[in-house]
């Protein structure tokens, strides 16, 4: 679930609170949106991929609210980076987050070859 | 043609679309492409919204040259789809989406292989929802984001004209008066913790019902995902590399290939499964965080090396998602059996294409892209042959109108009836004639109780409504199942392991205070192959 709208990154833009799927945030008058219905929140995740400020920390447990420590999230890296491997915004020209989703069949390919070759070898070793 | 009364905005178009994912998107922008005047209606926000925002979905995609590539492709899907599918419809899901995704360049930007051809077969989800809002607006289209439809509106001779709801975050409430309507809300998990799901609660097959359309094909609702527990993430790539394990840390035997949802359902039914993903080749782990941004960052943010680390995993249900019934479809346009009333996407019975297998991994986002576009034209046909929108009233019933008394409903009981029968797996699953019975009796007495008190009101308005949807969903599927006396496809019977060539026909299911189903013996659904 969504955990922290982080005061000092936040610059009141209100993207988050516009494309949340389940309506989670509420825009304040002065300052960063409001963590309004926290138990809404479905953790997709899409709040922190539309934050260019890089301000949103979703936790991943979806079941129940995480303590969380501001300054350790902040100071882990972990923000901001999903909006990086997807290549977003100011990634966009980076050629190390390019957009490699269409490579998933070749991966299902590759891991049913793998299942293959390792029943042969099974079949194989209990021959011998 | 614009008027803001006390409380509600009202509008009037030709074609109204209830629902703005995958399937709602694309239905929008072929009406408006047919000439008609299109509002489109989201409950959350058209372009994270839905079960493709969040995922990426692959299309069944086969080129249509040599032609005997189709060809195979559709005769070895009937042969997996149990007799249920038809190979007409397969053929035009084929050759619509070949055609669709192409004209997305300019919206969406296409990934090129390592010769530089362009590959269209799969899209990252939040990528194509963007893109597809996109295309949507430079098309004129009204958007009416956070706008969840309650109920249709229907006129004297049946036909439907139109449909009201809430605007959750502008306030108020939404009329949209209009000469057809193309349901496209998704299928439902009954709020399972599957991925991107919980906008999806049933609504549209609730509206439909009301209005006197069927279903068909609920029976066939038993899929499940892994994921990491207390997380949402079905993203089931990796898991093509996963070794499961038992409490004691045994390898949990899995058959070869990818159905693994029953051994280990199975063995979540006797204790805690573990899982890791050691076998999972280096090259494709660095290739992970950028052919599925998410599907890492639970592992991240948990401090777990899911390469070398076991974590506990889950099974989250599908319901009609990854499930495969929806909406009765009676002519090639997506039309309902109702008037005016259009269906696509998961709202829509997938069985035409799926058969009694899960369309996931291909055909379902296929059959949105092409049910889509055939509802949107048929609806902007509809609209345009039978004139203007208006003389509907709103038809709602169950949690909006009260057959009885009013008074309070525990919601949050509510829904822990509906998860209880749809989302265990003992139940669902592992089905058997003599629980089903029990299922059937337990939610009927939930519906008797919704439909005659609920009411909901401010804040609970849409999520009593939401539940009454869940609800009789839910009472579909498990009176399907029952109908169903046999195993076939992912509908497996404990009591009743065969599949009998009876049953050799779709089951259509319907009704809200009794529930009926019947043996499909129109043949209307074939087309000519
Ligand atoms: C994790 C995951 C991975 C998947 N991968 C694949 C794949 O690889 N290949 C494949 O073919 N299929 C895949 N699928 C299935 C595919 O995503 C769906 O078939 C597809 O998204 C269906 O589109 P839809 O428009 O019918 O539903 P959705 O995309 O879910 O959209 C439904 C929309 O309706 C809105 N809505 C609901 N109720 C209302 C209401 N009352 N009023 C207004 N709006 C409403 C919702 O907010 C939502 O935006 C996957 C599904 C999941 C869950």
């Known amino acids: 679930m969504i955990e922290l709208v982080i005061a000092e990154r936040c610059t009141g833009c209100n993207a988050c609170v516009e494309i949340c799927p389940t309506n989670v945030l509420a825009p304040s008058l002065n300052g960063p949106p409001e963590i309004a219905h926290q138990q809404d929140c479905q953790t997709c995740f899409m709040c922190e991929l539309y934050c260019r400020e890089d301000a949103i920390y979703v936790a991943p447990d979806c079941e129940n609210p995480t303590d969380v420590d501001k300054d350790e999230i902040v100071a882990s890296g972990l923000l901001g980076e999903f909006r990086r491997n997807h290549g977003w915004d100011e990634w966009a020209a980076d050629p190390r987050f390019g957009n490699e989703h269409w490579r998933m069949e070749s991966v299902f390919l590759r891991a049913r070859d793998m299942a293959i070759a390792e029943a042969a070898a099974k079949r194989n070793s209990a021959q011998q | 043609m614009t008027r803001t009364t006390e409380e509600t905005l009202e509008l009037n178009a030709d074609v109204l679309i209830i629902g703005g994912g995958l399937a709602g998107t694309w239905a929008a922008a072929a009406a408006r492409r047919a000439g008609a005047t299109v509002i489109l209606a989201d409950k959350g926000y058209c372009g994270t919204s839905g079960v493709t925002a969040t995922a990426g979905p692959g299309h069944w995609w086969i080129p249509p040259d040599p032609p005997e590539l189709r060809e195979n492709a559709i005769a070895n899907r009937r042969k997996t789809g149990f007799g249920l599918n038809d190979a007409g419809w397969m053929a035009r899901t084929l050759a619509l989406t070949w055609e669709s995704l192409p004209t997305l360049a300019g919206f969406y930007d296409f990934s090129k292989d390592e010769s530089g051809a362009p590959q269209y077969r799969a899209l990252r989800g939040p990528e194509y929802m963007r893109a597809l809002r996109r295309l949507v607006e430079s098309l004129g289209i009204t958007i009416l984001d956070h706008s969840p439809a309650l109920e249709l509106l229907q006129r004297p001779d049946g036909s439907v004209s139109g449909a009201r709801g809430i605007r959750r975050q502008k306030g108020g409430d939404w009329q949209v008066n209009a000469g057809a309507v193309v349901l496209a809300t998704g299928g439902t998990s009954f709020l399972s913790r599957l991925l991107g799901s919980h906008t999806n609660t049933g609504d549209g097959y609730l509206m439909a019902a009301e209005a006197g359309a069927e279903l068909s094909g609920m029976e066939f609702t038993t899929y499940h995902t892994v994921a990491p527990v207390r997380s949402t993430m079905t993203r089931t790539m990796s898991y093509a590399f996963a070794t499961y394990y038992d409490e004691d840390g045994a390898v949990i035997p899995m058959p070869p290939g990818p159905d693994t949802m029953r051994p280990l359902a199975r063995a979540l039914l006797e204790g805690k499964v573990f899982c890791d993903l050691s076998r999972t080749p280096e090259d494709i782990r660095a290739q992970v965080p950028t052919i599925s941004p998410n599907f890492m960052l639970p592992f991240r943010r948990w401090g777990i090396d899911p390469y070398s680390e076991r974590f506990e995993v889950t099974l989250h249900g599908e319901g009609t998602i990854r499930g495969i019934g929806g909406l009765r479809i009676v002519g090639d346009d997506c039309a309902t059996s109702v008037p005016g009333l259009f269906a696509a996407g998961d709202t829509a019975t997938r069985e035409l294409v799926a058969g009694a297998i899960s369309g996931g991994g291909n055909i379902n986002s296929a059959w949105a892209v092409s049910s889509g576009q055939w509802a949107g034209r048929g609806a902007a046909r509809f609209s345009a042959e039978n004139g203007s929108a208006s003389g509907g009233r709103p038809i709602g019933q169950a949690s909006l109108r009260p057959a009885s008394v009013e008074r309070d409903i525990d919601l949050s009981q509510a829904l822990l009836a509906i998860q209880g029968e749809m989302l265990s797996y003992d139940k669902n699953i ?93 043949r209307a659904l074939e087309l000519a192959s």
């Not at chain 2, 609970?460 to 949807?469: D, H, K, P, Q």
């Not at chain 2, 509908?491 to 392991?497: C, F, G, L, M, T």
Request: aromatic share 6%; proline share 2%.
């Open chain 2, 430 to 522: 592992f089905r058997h004639g003599s629980k089903l019975k029990r299922s059937a009796d337990l939610l009927d007495d939930a519906w008797a109780n919704v439909d005659a008190h609920a009411r909901g009101s401010g804040d609970t308005r849409l999520r009593t409504r939401e539940t009454a949807a869940m609800l009789a969903t839910a009472r579909w599927c498990i009176a399907s199942a029952l109908a169903r006396d046999e195993s076939r496809g992912m509908h497996q019977r404990e009591d009743r392991p065969e599949t009998d060539p009876r049953f050799n026909r779709r089951i259509l299911v319907g009704g809200l205070d009794k529930v009926w189903t019947q043996s499909d013996y129109g």
